[in-house]
């Protein structure tokens, strides 16, 4: 099994490039939000849960995320591996994350993180405004501070996986083949 993490600030081209590299390497996309949103639409249990802090302004705690995540990960029948995207998002998430695939008797093979400075981030995302309808991507203000907030404090999570030799930049940008092209050029030197 073959598991990565593709990590990068906000508009740096993560769900553009899932999607291409779960293709190519037969990988299941995990994305976050897509869990967070699919569990409040079916209104479970841990929807329930995750709604009572979002409706509070709060940040969904580490376990109830990690449950929902080990759910996804247990709803699929002999994986060749997963792709992780919008998670972890500090330390203490990827040391739960090390531990749950640890029980499952697997591991986060590499982190791969889409290297794309702030102007570049703040153009690519008042461009995607255009065909977002999302009002966070109409301001530039915020923009700005999402971006900060990634150098901030999500951004440890390399830190953490660079100290187990599991971590690498990729120049985020460019043409959408030529980035993919990179991905994969990191990914297959990774596994062979």
Do not use: W
């Not at 299941?28 to 841990?46: A, M, P, Q, V």
């Not at 699929?76 to 749950?100: I, T, V, Y």
């Not at 187990?164 to 043409?175: P, W």
């Amino acid at each position: 099994m073959f598991n990565l993490i593709l990590f990068g600030p906000p508009g740096s081209g993560k769900g553009t490039q899932a999607e291409k590299i779960t293709k190519k390497y037969n990988l299941h996309h995990i994305s976050t939000g897509d869990l967070f949103r699919f569990e409040l639409k079916n209104e479970s249990e841990l929807g329930k849960a995750v709604k009572r802090y979002m409706d509070k302004g709060e940040l969904v705690p580490d376990h109830i995320t990690i449950k929902m995540l080990n759910k996804k990960i247990q709803s699929f029948k002999d994986p060749e591996g997963f792709l992780l995207d919008g998670f972890p998002r500090n330390e203490a998430q990827a040391e739960s994350l090390d531990k749950l695939f640890q029980s499952l008797g697997t591991k986060v093979d590499l982190l791969l993180a889409l290297d794309v400075d702030e102007e570049e981030i703040v153009s690519r995302i008042l461009n995607r405004a255009k065909t977002s309808g999302r009002a966070d991507d109409m301001d530039e203000d915020i923009i700005r501070s999402r971006y900060q907030i990634y150098k901030e404090f999500t951004q440890n999570v390399f830190g953490y996986y660079k100290k187990q030799n599991k971590a690498k930049t990729v120049n985020g940008i460019g043409e959408i083949d030529v980035v993919f092209n990179r991905l994969c050029c990191t990914i297959d030197e990774h596994k062979s």
